[in-house]
C-alpha cells in the first residue's frame, strides 16, 4: 500500500519508517502541504497522510477521487480542515484520537510556569549574567482556580497536573465525564462561570461550530482582570484581535499559545529570514506577557511513536476491510467515531 505524506518533517519519517515497514505500508515523503495547487502529487497512491496544516477541502477531495485515492489519514486528533460532508462516500477518512495526552498537558504546564514564574525572562538576562530579580516576581499557584474548557483525555490529564499543584478545578465540557467532579476541588460549571471566577484558563477542546472564537470580546470581557489564558488545542478557538486588546487594556494578565488562528503558513517553518506580515501574530509575540510556541505541544518521542503506531494501524485496518473506531463518517448525522452507526468515546 502506497502513502502519500504531506507537510512531512525530519522528525516524522524514522517512526512511520518502523511502523510502515513492519505492516506493508510505503510512505513517499513531500514537504509541501496538501492543497488544491499539490494535490496532483498523490497520483497513484492508494492514500494520502495529512496534518494538522494541510487543505483537505471539498475541491480537494474531489481530486483525490478522481486520482483513484481512497484513503485520507490524519496523523492528528483535530478534523476541522477535512470537508467531511465532500468526503462522504467518497474517500474513508481516520484520525488518531490520542497519541500522548501527557505530552500536550505537560506542554501546557510548562508554558503556564514559564510564565507565571518569568522563567524566560530570567533565562535571557542570565545568559548576560544579569542575575537580578526585578521584575521577575511571580505568583503562588497553590489555591489559584483553573478553568479547563474541554475534559477530554488531555483535559483530564491537565486537571490531574493542576490537583497535583493544589488547585482547584472548574470543568466545562459539552459531554461531561462526571467521575472527575468531586464536588470541591474538581467540579462541572457552566463557560460563563468558568469566565467570571478562574485565574487561568486552558482551553483542551475541539475546533468546530459551537467552540470557533470562544474566547472573544465578550467573554474576555466577563473574566477577571489579569486572567492568565493558555490554548494548546486550536487557534481557531481564540480571536487574536479580542484577545491582543484585552491584554493592551490589561484585562490578561498573560496570555500562553502555541497554536495560532493564521498559522498555516508560518508555524512548523523557519521565517527568521522574512518580514512578518501577520501584524497581529507580530504585536502578540511583541507582548512581554506574552509566550508563543510553535505548536510544538504534541512533539515528544512518545506521542511521535504514538501517531506513527496508531496511523499505520488505521491504514492496515483499512486496506484488509477491519473496523476501526478511529474512522470518521456521517452515520449518526454528525462527524463522531462510529461503528455501525453506534457512537464509540
Known amino acids: 500500500m502506497k502513502i502519500a505524506f504531506f507537510d512531512a518533517k525530519p522528525y516524522d519519517k524514522s517512526a512511520f519508517d518502523k511502523y510502515g515497514e513492519a505492516d506493508g505500508i510505503e510512505f513517499k515523503y513531500f514537504e509541501t502541504k496538501l492543497n488544491e495547487d499539490t494535490v496532483e502529487l498523490a497520483a497513484g497512491y492508494d492514500g494520502v497522510c495529512v496534518f494538522v496544516n494541510d487543505t483537505v477541502n471539498a475541491p480537494v477531495i474531489e481530486r483525490l477521487s478522481r486520482l483513484d485515492v481512497k484513503v485520507i489519514a490524519l496523523r492528528c486528533a483535530g478534523f476541522n480542515n477535512v470537508d467531511m460532508n465532500a468526503a462522504a462516500g467518497k474517500l474513508k477518512v481516520y484520525r488518531v484520537p490520542a497519541y500522548s495526552p501527557y505530552a500536550v498537558a505537560e506542554h501546557t504546564m510548562a508554558l503556564l510556569l514559564t510564565s507565571i514564574r518569568r522563567i524566560h525572562k530570567a533565562y535571557i538576562r542570565s545568559k548576560d549574567f544579569n542575575f537580578s530579580l526585578s521584575g521577575l516576581t511571580g505568583f503562588d499557584l497553590h489555591g489559584k482556580t483553573v478553568g479547563v474548557i474541554g475534559t477530554g483525555r488531555i483535559g483530564r490529564v491537565f486537571i490531574d497536573i493542576c490537583r497535583g499543584f493544589g488547585m482547584k478545578v472548574l470543568a466545562y465540557d459539552k459531554y461531561p465525564d462526571t467521575s472527575i467532579d468531586n464536588g470541591d476541588t474538581v467540579r462541572y460549571t457552566d463557560k460563563e462561570e468558568i469566565f467570571r471566577q478562574s485565574d487561568i484558563i486552558s482551553l483542551h477542546c475541539p475546533l ?138
Open 208 to 345: 468546530n461550530e459551537e467552540t470557533a472564537h470562544i474566547i472573544n470580546e465578550e467573554s474576555l470581557e466577563l473574566c477577571k482582570k489579569g486572567v492568565v489564558l493558555l490554548n494548546t488545542s486550536r487557534g481557531g478557538l481564540v480571536d487574536a484581535e479580542a484577545l491582543l486588546s484585552a491584554i493592551k487594556s490589561r484585562k490578561v494578565g498573560a496570555a500562553c499559545l502555541d497554536v495560532y488562528e493564521e498559522e498555516a503558513d508560518l508555524f512548523f517553518e523557519d521565517n527568521s529570514g522574512h518580514i512578518m506580515e501577520d501584524d497581529t501574530l507580530a504585536r502578540l509575540i511583541s507582548m512581554p506577557n506574552v509566550i508563543v510556541t510553535s505548536h510544538q505541544a504534541f512533539l515528544t518521542e512518545e506521542a511521535l511513536s504514538n501517531i506513527a503506531e496508531t496511523t499505520v494501524k488505521n491504514l492496515t485496518d483499512f486496506r484488509d476491510g477491519e473496523k476501526n473506531r478511529n474512522e470518521l463518517c456521517y452515520t449518526c448525522g454528525v462527524t463522531h467515531n462510529c461503528l455501525d452507526g453506534k457512537v464509540l468515546s
